[in-house]
């Protein structure tokens, strides 16, 4: 079994800053890269980022662009998304997830709820 927890969520003033860490546990399994979501209320889940793990090559919505950035410590088996500038529209439940050799994101955490107040 395999599982992802995702922590760091909380409630922030626009301008402020998060950190979100994702540790990942459980058997080991093929891991092609992690990625992190966000679902704001009423809305589709969306993606924000991804790091691919070999190599670390990231990837962004361009809504985030220059403002989070995706990093990953393979030792500890997490993933991070350093959030900063947040804005209103951040706000959402945040999730992370892996995707495996087929680019398919298979395993997903239970997600960390990011309030920015303006």
């Known amino acids: 079994q395999v599982q992802l927890v995702e922590s760091g969520g909380g409630l922030v003033q626009a301008g402020g800053s998060l950190t979100l860490s994702c540790a990942v546990s459980?058997?080991?399994?093929?891991?092609?890269?992690m990625g992190w979501f966000r679902q704001a209320p009423g809305k589709e889940r969306e993606f924000v980022a991804n790091?691919?793990?070999?190599?670390?090559?990231?990837r962004y919505t361009d809504s985030v662009k220059g403002r989070f950035t995706i990093s990953r410590d393979n030792a500890k088996n997490a993933v991070y998304l350093q959030m900063n500038n947040l804005k209103p529209e951040d706000t959402a439940v945040y999730y992370c997830?892996?995707?495996?050799?087929?680019?398919?994101?298979?395993?997903w955490g239970q997600g960390t709820q990011v309030t920015v107040s303006s």
């Open positions: 459980g058997r080991t399994f093929v891991r092609y890269a």
């Open positions: 790091i691919r793990w070999r190599d670390g090559i990231t």
């Open positions: 997830a892996s995707m495996n050799n087929g680019f398919q994101y298979n395993y």
